[in-house]
């Protein structure tokens, strides 16, 4: 069966430092990797995925994530955080064989960086 | 273009009643989506939709239906809603990519439904 785990309910970071948010998956075969970030009343917007090849993604407005196979993990970092990054984040696997596209998100994760 | 748009942005039903929430998007895509948000669950997938005139059931299908008839509209309807369908309702849609499946999916405003 597939699932996310998004360990960290909330992440707090004071402005400038680097920040870190886990995503752990389990599927069956091969995963494509996603993560999306909600501001409040708002849509989901994507963020970044990992498909294939370099284990390293960068995405939008400076975020990065790093493709663990071992690990299963799939963390989304940033080097230096903003007050505006503060938003719901949320992660999503879904199997690489399956032409259905159906994907499996976690609860997601609060982020506030303070100023 | 536009993306991907839900009308309305919000609604409160009385028990009983029933709504269809509607969602359209211009960019072509085959693959169309209805999930629900709730706190602390994350998004969860209602009914898909992989092409005009196709549907199916996601996880969580009871006490919806759902309709695609033309490519870019794919309408979620609720017949007799129940408080337990009060939630937030995001439709995505994505492009195929060729025989791999859909791409990444792209998801409207939401549509924040109570149910009294």
């Known amino acids: 069966a597939q699932s996310v785990a998004q360990p960290e309910d909330q992440v707090n970071v004071a402005e400038g430092n680097p920040l870190t948010v886990k995503c752990t998956y389990s599927v069956s075969g091969n995963p494509y990797l996603f993560w999306y970030v909600q501001y409040p009343n708002r849509g989901l917007q994507f963020l970044l995925k990992y498909i294939t090849g370099d284990n390293l993604v960068k995405g939008s407005y400076g975020f990065e994530a790093e493709f663990n196979k071992s690990q299963t993990s799939f963390h989304l970092k940033k080097p230096s955080a903003l007050v505006s990054d503060s938003a719901l984040y949320f992660c999503?696997?879904?199997?690489?064989?399956?032409?259905?596209?159906?994907?499996?998100f976690g609860r997601g994760t609060q982020l506030t960086v303070w100023p | 273009n536009a993306g991907v748009t839900q009308t309305p942005k919000f609604r409160v039903l009385k028990t009983g009643q029933s709504m269809t929430l509607l969602c359209a998007q211009d960019m072509n895509h085959e693959y169309m989506y209805w999930y629900r948000q709730d706190p602390g669950m994350g998004l969860r997938l209602i009914h898909y939709s992989v092409g005009e005139g196709t549907t199916a059931k996601g996880e969580v299908p009871d006490g919806y239906n759902v309709s695609r008839l033309k490519k870019q509209n794919f309408l979620l309807g609720l017949e007799s809603a129940a408080p337990s369908q009060t939630s937030v309702y995001f439709c995505a849609s994505a492009t195929p990519i060729s025989t791999r499946g859909p791409d990444t999916q792209y998801f409207g405003p939401g549509t924040r439904l109570t149910v009294l």
């Open positions: 999503a696997v879904r199997d690489r064989g399956s032409t259905l596209g159906r994907l499996y």
